[in-house]
């Protein structure tokens, strides 16, 4: 249900399906990664506190009671200056007396922006997690799709948001690097994976939406190119407690289990898929088509 108009288009991961959304900032305050092309048609800017005050006002109480979870946009909305965004979460627990869980997407950018102390003040107003896009562990992919931050650098700033007790949803995308880097792009992927250890870790597949240019410049994978990279990186993925999960619209192979429990079986199910695939030469030849035109 929508109580608002959204400054669309608005997303969210698909563990927040069942959330209220509240858009508290415009965009993505890093908007810069050649991949990415969710927010290239919006100028990032926040939104105002009394504003997002009157937006909640307009949810029926009877409505309010009922929500227990709310995942705050658009795409970086931890960027929010610390004590309106305190003001905000504050706010949250006044008008939703169920609340239990609030999520937001965090760039490296935004972590930036906050140190331990401070987010621990957010966890105890009931942020309880991030959802981060690594998207490669692999410095030379990093740096082609511009994400602005090495694998160390986001590496250090994943640590200090675990320092403070938050849980992180690190989200990879299969195909990233092209076929140029596809090896090394998987196997840096699980080991910075494995040196993080976040409570949850997502596989994407890269797909279009406003990135063309980049498309351009590299080759894409093949079906077959994306489940063997697939297969490389969850055989050298070793966590010591992560839930692993390929939900995402854009992926072929659904994979989900718990590290380091169902590690064997999620290699077994990646394995036969990509034998299954090699029957169909024709499709595993294929580039995946899935984009999505509108916005």
């Not at 990279?229 to 055989?235: K, R």
Request: contains cysteine; hydrophobic residues 40%; proline residues 5%.
């Amino acid at each position: 249900m929508s109580y608002f108009n959204y400054n669309e288009p608005v997303f969210r991961p698909p563990s927040e399906a069942r959330s209220l959304i509240l858009q508290i900032t415009i965009g993505c305050s890093q908007n810069q990664c050649k991949f990415c092309g969710m927010y290239k048609m919006k100028t990032f800017a926040l939104r105002r506190v009394a504003d997002i005050a009157a937006e909640i006002e307009m949810i029926p109480q009877e409505h309010r009671n009922h929500y227990q979870r709310i995942f705050l946009a658009d795409g970086d909305a931890l960027v929010y200056p610390q004590q309106e965004l305190i003001a905000i979460l504050d706010l949250l627990k006044q008008k939703f007396p169920n609340l239990n869980r609030v999520g937001i997407y965090a760039s490296p950018k935004s972590l930036t922006t906050k140190d331990v102390a401070e987010l621990q003040q957010l966890k105890l107003r009931k942020l309880r997690i991030l959802y981060f896009g690594l998207e490669s562990g692999d410095a030379l992919t990093l740096q082609a799709v511009n994400k602005g931050y090495s694998p160390d650098e986001m590496l250090h700033l994943c640590r200090k948001a675990q320092a403070a007790g938050l849980k992180l949803s690190v989200t990879a995308i299969l195909g990233l690097a092209g076929r140029g880097r596809s090896h090394e792009h998987a196997l840096a992927t699980a080991k910075w994976i494995n040196q993080l250890s976040p409570e949850y870790f997502s596989l994407l597949t890269l797909f279009q939406r406003h990135n063309d240019a980049y498309f351009a410049q590299i080759e894409p994978l093949s079906n077959e190119g994306i489940l063997e990279e697939a297969l490389t990186l969850v055989q050298h993925l070793r966590p010591h407690k992560t839930i692993l999960r390929s939900n995402h619209v854009s992926n072929m192979l659904n994979l989900a289990g718990s590290y380091p429990k169902d590690r064997e079986r999620i290699i077994m199910q990646t394995e036969a898929t990509l034998e299954k695939a090699r029957s169909y030469p024709d499709w595993c030849a294929m580039v995946p088509d899935y984009g999505e035109a509108y916005f």
